[in-house]
């Protein structure tokens, strides 16, 4: 499964939520992580929201593409 992510940095809390927009993808989400993004820290904490909320291993999360901006899309590896 393919989700895009819009990542917001330097939150207050990290958290991974669904985008229930009319106009976004059924699999746009939104999430904030508290790292700033220096030596892959932010995207190791979006990895773990991501592991957390699809109930998935670590090693089954793979950002496709956007490893530096703040619009990712992330592959879920045998996920259903």
Do not use: W
């Not at 993808?25 to 508290?34: C, I």
């Not at 998935?56 to 496709?64: E, P, S, T």
């Amino acid at each position: 499964m393919i989700i895009i992510v819009k990542v917001k940095l330097k939150s207050k809390i990290s958290k991974l939520e669904k985008i229930e927009d009319l106009f976004a993808g059924e699999n746009h989400y939104k999430a904030r992580v508290k790292s700033l993004p220096v030596d892959g820290k932010a995207n190791e904490e979006l990895i773990k929201l991501i592991s957390d909320y699809f109930d998935l291993r670590k090693d089954l999360i793979k950002i496709v593409r956007g490893q530096t901006s703040t619009v990712k899309t992330i592959e879920l590896l045998d996920y259903l």
